[in-house]
């Protein structure tokens, strides 16, 4: 199985939710330990579309993350599509993690976009998903099928 | 495989798809025949995405048109990314973006009927645009399918 973790820049939710997925991040993470996530903060706009491998987990599954811009539902939708009219035998989980975006994460990430902002922003979008980090390991956990 | 692609996969891609399959000729088309035309002027946001079939070409090729917003680069990169990191060969598949060929008429039209719900205003404005367009669309569909081998 292939786990496609995405929002929208690959940044923030995404990247945490593979992380959650490898088991990298302890139960109740500090802000310290998603800040020092390996790939926290650092995909950009340019990289959307370029899926990044987090690792792989228990199960030998490969898990990656990609920003997707404002395309994550458009992506689904086309992916099951173009693998249903090929016909292929592809073992492939699709994940939108915008369904736990907030206004939190949203400000941080528009910040650390920003030059003079950067290191706010990334503080923000960290505490911004540290509240949201129950919703996060739910939907990994629903991925996992757990 | 072709997959035409532009914003909402009801105009553009629609249109340059029949052509392909050899549903539109080179004269320009009525507005009867264009609403004639499988899934023009019938898209919602929630298709969006999902591949329409419109036929098979002279060799056998499949024909689909779709929309892809403005994120067909990201989505389109994704996919391919998946298929590579897949190791699943999917033949040939060309994706064409006909967004390059939409005039100010389409768009305006085609935000009225399809966005905003109101076919009465804005489907005639949409028909009026596609025929405006059809000279470039051709041009783009017969560009394309001459550059045999070019596919991606």
Known sequence: MIYYYHCYRGAHLSSVAAAIHLELLPQDPTMDDILNLEYFDKLQFEDMGTPVLAGYDEQENPVYFVGLGKGTKVFDRFADSIIGELGLDLEFQSIDCLCCLDVIIRTGGFLSNRTGFKSLGRRLAAWGVRRKIGEIRTMVLQAKGN | ?152
Request: net charge neutral; aromatic share 6%.
């Open chain 2, 1 to 152: 495989m072709y997959i035409y692609h532009c914003y909402g996969g009801s105009h553009s891609s629609v249109t340059a798809a029949a052509i392909h399959v050899g549903l539109l000729k080179d004269e320009i088309p009525t507005t009867q025949v264009l609403m004639s035309l499988p899934y023009y002027d019938t898209q919602q946001s929630l298709d969006h995405g999902v591949l329409q079939y419109v036929g098979r070409d002279e060799n056998d090729n499949l024909v689909f048109s779709v929309g892809l917003e403005t994120v067909a680069q990201p989505v389109i990169d994704a996919i391919r990314n998946l298929f590579s990191i897949a190791k699943v060969d999917i033949g040939h598949v060309k994706f064409v973006d006909t967004l390059s060929t939409v005039n100010g008429l389409m768009k305006l039209g085609g935000v009225t009927s399809r966005a905003l719900g109101l076919k009465t205003l804005g489907r005639p404005m949409v028909l009026r645009g596609t025929q405006k367009a059809y000279k470039d669309i051709r041009q783009l569909v017969m560009k394309i399918k001459s550059e045999n081998g070019d596919v991606t």
